[in-house]
């Protein structure tokens, strides 16, 4: 059984003797059947599974309306094109398709520069599938770190309630006690105070997120790097920081370039970003640079003989696409400084403008403003009564825009909002599009006797 239950197999059916259907061979449709849990007999014509497949496929929501997504949902025909010709091609397999390992080893170079390496020489990075594999990495770096000073005890990691799922996967998978500082009150994000609190002689780092998943907002990094120097001082406890730059990291660089939150602070042990997100590559590629060959014990990286080649190797898995990391490269060839500049802040405007917008309409409440990462989230007000955010997300849906709600965290689970993330790509246009939508369905659901949604809906939503 797979992992999601998905729907029931449906009993197999004819397909009926549409000649239309199957091309060439119209004999074929009488025999018909698309499989479900076992494979069919005999094969198709391509084109009538890419027919059949694709027809089902439609049934996804349009990936340019998902306002729920971090992830790229437009890349140029050219980039496409590069991809097309990379899909071939295993990262892994380094010897063979050296030049892709080249474009790799160039794609951390250029964000450690942008990230600030004080050392660029002594930095150690690679590609993954995305930012949760690249925080696993870190994660395990930093589980060694502590394991080899010797401590006794379970080691922990201290991070806001706030963090990605993938972070209390990684806890869970390698038995690392998660530390998480609740929210208090409207403060939704990790802050100095809060993290030193829970930090012992076990912890293995503290991670610091550039922006929060749940609103966008930007921990502050220096201020919590500063209560750890502070807090080494005191104790003697030397804890680095991580910072979860899965959206941020590809942000901050080009647009609050005066923000120290990267290497300029010398306890950032290590950053990661997903290149799939504000990284602009259709998914999926993440990446994870360390300061220098201290903070990743040379024991986590396997020198595999493999293919006629001696090949360093940190990954959790081992074979990949190399097309991704093509077209990363590319991105980075294509915009440049300005460019990446440029399409981050129309994103930004976009957004800032949006919630504006939103916030001006009289039933909500800004919880952040799309100034940090360009994404924010609102809830409505308390004299709202007569719908909630589950309301309006079941309603934009049915005009084919995704906007998740979802409830808060623990100590403000009472709190649910909806959040909207802007990629490039969301144009003014669509924007207006979407607020028409969204000032048109406000009045129908006022004249509600009350929220009408399903309470099994409102759970907590990690995206
Ligand atoms: C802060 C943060 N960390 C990690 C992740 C996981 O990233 P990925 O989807 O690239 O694995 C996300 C995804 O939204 C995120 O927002």
Request: hydrophobic share 40%; proline share 7%.
């Amino acid at each position: 059984m797979v992992l999601h239950k998905g729907k029931p197999s449906s009993e197999t059916r004819r397909g009926g003797t549409n000649p239309l259907y199957t091309g060439a061979n119209p004999a074929l449709a009488a025999e018909l059947t698309l499989p479900h849990d076992s494979l069919m007999d005999n094969p198709l014509p391509p084109d009538t599974a890419l027919q059949l497949v694709r027809d089902e496929l439609m049934l996804d929501g349009n990936a340019k309306l998902n306002l729920a997504t971090f992830v790229t949902t437009y890349m140029e025909p050219q980039a496409r094109e590069l991809m097309a010709d990379c899909v071939d091609k295993n990262m892994i397999d380094k010897d063979e398709y050296p030049q892709t390992a080249e474009l790799e080893r160039r794609c951390v170079n250029i964000l450690a520069d942008l990230w600030n390496a004080p050392e660029p020489t002594d930095i150690i990075g690679c590609s993954t599938t995305g930012s949760s594999e690249a925080c696993m990495l870190a994660g395990m770096a930093f589980k060694r770190r502590w394991s080899k000073l010797g401590r006794s005890g379970k080691p922990n990691l201290v991070m806001g309630a706030n963090v990605q799922v993938c972070w209390e996967k990684f806890c869970e998978y390698w038995e690392v006690e998660p530390r998480l500082v609740p929210m208090d009150g409207d403060q939704f994000h990790l802050t100095a105070e809060g993290a030193i609190s829970r930090c012992d002689e076990n912890t293995i780092g503290v991670v610091a997120i550039l922006g929060s998943t749940f609103d966008g907002s930007y921990e502050p990094v220096a201020e919590i790097a500063a209560a750890l120097d502070q807090l080494q001082t005191e104790r003697g406890w030397d804890i680095p920081v991580h910072v979860d730059g899965a959206s941020g990291a590809m942000i901050a660089p080009f647009l609050d370039s005066d923000l120290e939150w990267d290497f300029r602070l010398p306890r950032v042990a290590s950053i990661n970003t997903s290149g799939h997100k504000y990284g602009l590559v259709y998914p999926g590629v993440g990446w994870v640079v360390w300061r220098n060959k201290a903070a990743l014990p040379a024991e986590l990286v396997f020198n595999v003989n493999y293919l006629g080649g001696d090949m360093p190797t940190f990954a959790l898995n081992f074979s990949r696409p190399g097309a991704e990391v093509a077209a990363q490269y590319y991105t980075f060839v294509r915009l440049g400084r300005e460019g990446f500049r440029a399409v981050q802040q129309a994103s930004r405007d976009v957004a800032t403008e949006l919630a504006d917008r939103i916030g001006e309409l009289g039933p909500f409440r800004l919880l952040t403003r799309g100034d940090e990462l360009p994404v924010f989230a609102f809830t409505t007000k308390p004299e709202v009564t007569a719908y909630d955010v589950f309301d309006i997300s079941r309603r934009l849906r049915e005009r084919g825009w995704l906007v998740p709600a979802y409830t808060f965290p623990e100590n403000r689970t009472d709190l649910a909002v909806l959040r909207i993330v802007v990629r490039n790509g969301f144009t003014h246009d669509l924007a207006d599009l979407l607020l028409g939508d969204l000032s048109r369905i406000l009045p129908e659901l006022a004249a509600q006797p009350a929220p009408s949604h399903d309470p099994a809906l409102s759970t907590a939503f990690h995206h």
